[in-house]
Each structure stands twice: as structure tokens, then as C-alpha cells.
Nanobody, 116 residues
Framework: QVQLVESGGGLVQAGGSLRLSCAASGSTRSITRMAWYRQAPGKQRELVADTTSGGTTNYADSVKGRFTISRDNAKNIVYLQMNSLKSEDTAVYYC??????????WGQGTQVTVSS
């Protein structure tokens, strides 16, 4: 089992920055990929960025150049640095971990609100 706890959400003005954290605990050695997703009201959950255990990263086109995903393997934390935030970035942000045997885990989500 893997437990994920997100933190760092909040209210920020457009153009500002936030850093989200996702702390993983439990069977963290089974994790192969970590990702951030988001879900805005009335919309489907969408991938924001992900990173594999090999260090490969991937970003949604809408956040490229503004968001950076990184991980601290020693602390089992994945970060999402969000810069130049826009009102359309407002959503609940979720951390997701993919593990062996296609098992997935989700965090509880953290609200990010960008005021224009």
C-alpha cells in the first residue's frame, strides 16, 4: 500500500506562484511513476505532469514552460512548481502514483485557486 498526502494549495493572484508537494509513504519502492492531475469544476480530470522512476518528465501543453515537476527520492516527495499562474489553472490538484502490477494510488487533492 502507498499513501499520498498533498499540500501547498491555496489562493494566489494571476501571475503568481505556488509549489505543491506530494509525500508518499508505505511501499514506495513499488512506485514506477508519479503524476499530478487536476480537475476543474464541471470538467474531467486531466494530466498536468508526470515523472517516471527513470527521470523522464512529461507535461500537458497548457502548462509547459510554466510548471515543473520534480522529485526528492530520498524523502519520497514529488513537487509541482507552478509559475505564471492563470485563472484557468484553478482546480483541485491530485497526486497519483503508479506501482507494480498496474496498481494506482491517489491523494486526497489540494485546492488551487487563481484570482484574476
Amino acid at each position: 500500500q502507498v499513501q499520498l498526502v498533498e499540500s501547498g494549495g491555496g489562493l494566489v493572484q494571476a501571475g503568481g506562484s505556488l509549489r505543491l508537494s506530494c509525500a508518499a509513504s508505505g511501499s514506495t519502492r513499488s512506485i514506477t511513476r508519479m503524476a499530478w492531475y487536476r480537475q476543474a469544476p464541471g470538467k474531467q480530470r486531466e494530466l498536468v505532469a508526470d515523472t517516471t522512476s527513470g527521470g523522464t518528465t512529461n507535461y500537458a501543453d497548457s502548462v509547459k514552460g510554466r510548471f515543473t515537476i520534480s522529485r526528492d527520492n530520498a524523502k519520497n516527495i514529488v513537487y509541482l512548481q507552478m509559475n505564471s499562474l492563470k485563472s484557468e489553472d484553478t482546480a483541485v490538484y491530485y497526486c497519483k502514483a503508479d506501482a507494480y502490477f498496474r496498481v494506482t494510488y491517489w491523494g486526497q487533492g489540494t485546492q488551487v485557486t487563481v484570482s484574476s
